[in-house]
């Protein structure tokens, strides 16, 4: 992995904001820390990040809100920390397009594992340039253009794409019409093993139907197997 990676960290407890920053270039990253969405959004506007780890609670700021302001002016990849671990709370983010959740206290080291994880995730939507291509696999009357995680109509209509909606749709289209369970799912576009309450796969599912069916409630591309899991229905 690139050694100058950008990491915008926004936590507003100088004692973790601070540690962790040093501790993230000394990986080798670039860090630019921020105490609250004002300065966050300053840098995200000025600089070119490529990761933001948020704390959900911000003082007076909501993390949350934070990531909305975030995802209408950059689709990078962001890591929340929270100092709860209820699952509400972690569905909230991942339907928020947050690429990963981790509740305080952390190791510094699982940090690091997890934004290394996230951007190699990342990386790998717009690799290999010379297949472009293949990139751009075509379903149902639309064009997945991976690199740019947007969607494409035949009509020319666009459609964006959070980076988790285009990964889980890239598994999609690279396994047409196969039943693929939740936990195969979430492994193969997020790099996570499920757990009995994430929700994570169907929340990613419901807002791909809303953009790419005609009627979301009777899906005719996206369809669910009870019992099973979804598939992509290419025929």
Known sequence: ???????????????????IGVYLESEGFKVSLACDARSALAVIETATCDLAVLDVMLGQDDGFALCRDIRKISDIPVIFLS????????IIGLELGAD????????????????????RRSESLGED???KAATQPKFGGWTLDVANQELISDSG????LSTGEAR?????????????????????SQGRTANAFDRSIDNYVSRIR????QDPSQPRLLKTYWGGGYALSCS
């Open 1 to 19: 992995m690139p050694a100058e990676k950008h990491i915008l960290l926004v936590d507003d407890e100088e004692d973790i904001r601070e540690p």
């Open 83 to 90: 100092g709860k671990s209820e699952d509400t709370e972690r």
């Open 100 to 119: 990963d959740y981790i509740a305080k206290p952390f190791n510094p080291r699982e940090l690091l594992a997890r934004i290394r994880s996230v951007l």
């Open 129 to 131: 340039p010379a297949t």
């Open 157 to 160: 209509d666009k459609q964006a």
């Open 168 to 188: 889980l749709l890239q598994v999609f289209v690279n396994n047409p019409n196969v039943v693929l369970t939740r936990d195969q799912l979430l492994e193969m």
């Open 210 to 213: 809303k953009k790419i069916e």
